[in-house]
């Protein structure tokens, strides 16, 4: 059977982010022979007994390398889902989470549930915290924008600009009253990166981002009705504000989710559905199911760069999805212009 | 299709910042109906078309579907039985047309959203009645605006509704396509469906529908046959232009005096 194209890009995507995932983990600081990886990974699937592997390798591997790469996985779809649910809800194809604030809102969220202590004393506090965060901003900015009468896109786009500034600012205000030998700690919210997640991360981000990117697949109808403007959703029988409401409340739980185990990794929202969109067209199905591996390889291929950069430059994952991010919101932006005029 | 209701609106009044977009307007539409809806820019047409769908609710009055107030009934259950026909048809996205045409099924699926026999038929047809089944795989930004406008009334074919409430259907259609249209929407009326079409070109008023219904600035002025509407004096004020019984159409326009316009 022929299979469609979207199904064929979905498919080559899971391979990439396959075989990424295994080059992360042979790859690095300390470089593991491919074979010893093999033999780990097949020892600890339960076929066959394995010791000839150094127990410091068996270690980067088991509880380093492979929790960071699927938790890498996992933070990219999630990110990459809400950016093309965001731009479709909006309809808006520069919208994403870094942009309207809520990944701003989350760090805010899970830097005051660090800072107050409340992190440390309650069990998922950061990670709730982180959620609401995300799911407050976007609020704002949806009320913000909708208060003023006719939203319009860049009216949105600027208030969510606005509070992602705020947000931004309140993190560093956490921070400057912070003792200095915390900030470290908090520094990490505002940069992104997975270098120092385990299994607990995993798991911990793993049923929200699941819930969330799930949630936004069962609305796919809606998401496509959505981008083609309030009018024709409203004409086709689909309650606007409603929908709207429970997508930013479905996106911030997975960007939520993603931000509380990775900080701030600005732009891959913006920039994995926009190529994938090329690939796939613009279709919400079809293209959440490539956002889903499509940002796990993305994001997986970016940390994999960082990490052969770092060694030299201290680049963090966080600074470079940004440095590809901006370029490309301006090239968006040109197109943008140029279909309108 | 289900047999359409009777659709009714009582003193309908909207406001929205202080100004006063529809005023006191009631009217009914029968089953099976064609109706055109007449008025200069601003008149209130689009407000009225929105109000009769069940987009908005109205600031004081109230819209019958049938035995029910339309603000009671929710949005998915309105667009089974009205399918509304925004007036804005580009889209800062690239759908295909087919997708998009398929979203008029919406109201009739499911809860996962699957898709049966009878939902791609129905949007097949829907293609074929406006004459784009052939441009079905193409992307919307390739096409012109006018075959665009019928994409979108192709979306609200499929949604299988038995009251079609059309925003200017036929403005951005050239007069080939514009009489397409007229013939399609008198098939349709002669199916049952109870049709309000919004329109510019009085002409077509005058040669495809029965009843017209003229606003200006919100109220609505008159009411009735094409004839006697496009002669009456209540078109002359709100249009500023005189029209005559004459040759060709049966009507001739005279542009008015300058001292008409000014007084406007």
Redesign the interface.
Known sequence: MRLSRSARVALLLTAGYAGLLLLSVVWGTASIPPAHAFKVLITEMGWGENHSVPELQRFLILQVRLPQGLLLGLVGAALACSGAALQATFENPLADPGILGVSGGASLGAVLAIHSGLADSLFLALPLCACLGGFLASLLVYALTYLGGRPSGPTLLLTGVAVGSMSVAGVSLVMVVTEVHRVQELLFWLVGGVRNQTWDHLALAGPPIAFGVGGLLLLHRRLDALQLGEEQALAIGIPVVWTRLWILVLTALATGAATAVSGGIGFVGLMVPQILRRLVGSRSQPLLVCCITGGAAFLLACELISRSLTERFSLHLGILTSLLGGPTFLLVLRKTRERRS | MTTAPPLLATHLTHRV?GQTLLDDVSLSLAPGSISALLGPNGAGKTTLIRLL?G?APPTEGEIFLGENRIRQL???????TC????Q?TD??????VE??VL??R??H?GR??TLTKNDLDRVAWALERVGLFPLRHRHL?TLSGGERQRV?LA??LA?EAPILLLDEPATALDIGRQIELMTLLTELSQDGHTILASLHDLRLALEFFPRTLLLDRGKLVDDGPPESVLLGQPLEAAFGVRLQAGQGYGISCVAPPWGVQNQR
């Open positions: 910042d769908a987009i929710s949005r998915v259950v309105i667009a089974r399918a509304y026909l925004p804005r889209s800062r996205f690239d759908p295909k997708d998009v979203l008029g919406y109201p699926l996962l959203g930004a979108f979306r609200a949604q």
